[in-house]
C-alpha cells in the first residue's frame, strides 16, 4: 500500500511563492505518474501537473510558466514549486500517485495553500 504525506502548504501574498512536497512510502516510487491536484472551496477536484516516469511533465493551462513540478526518485518525494501565486490558486493541494502497471491509484492528504492579502 502507497501512502503519501504532502506538506509545505501556508498563507502567502499574491505574487508569492511556495513550495509543496509529497513524500512516498510503500511502493516502487521511480514508475508511478506522480501528480498534483487541486480542490477550492464549492469546487470539484481539479488537475495541476503530473510528471511521469520518464520526465515528462503535464501542467493545467492557468499554472504554466509559473508552477514547476519535479520529483527526486533517490528520496521518493515529488514538489510543486509555485511562483506568482494568484488569489485564484487558494484551494487544498492534493498529492496523488498513479501505478501504469496494474492502474492503482493512490491519494494523500491535501496541504492546504491561500493566497490572500
Known amino acids: 500500500q502507497v501512502q503519501l504525506v504532502a506538506s509545505g502548504g501556508g498563507l502567502v501574498q499574491p505574487g508569492g511563492s511556495l513550495r509543496l512536497s509529497c513524500a512516498a512510502s510503500g511502493g516502487i516510487f521511480s514508475r508511478y505518474t506522480m501528480g498534483w491536484y487541486r480542490r477550492a472551496p464549492g469546487k470539484s477536484r481539479e488537475f495541476v501537473a503530473n510528471?511521469?516516469?520518464?520526465?515528462?511533465?503535464n501542467y493545467k493551462d492557468s499554472v504554466k510558466g509559473r508552477f514547476t513540478i519535479s520529483r527526486d526518485n533517490t528520496k521518493n518525494t515529488v514538489y510543486l514549486q509555485m511562483n506568482s501565486l494568484e488569489p485564484e490558486d487558494t484551494a487544498a493541494y492534493l498529492c496523488n500517485a498513479f501505478d501504469p502497471t496494474d492502474g492503482n491509484d493512490y491519494w494523500g492528504q491535501g496541504t492546504q495553500v491561500t493566497v490572500s492579502s
Open positions: 510528471i511521469v516516469s520518464g520526465d515528462i511533465r
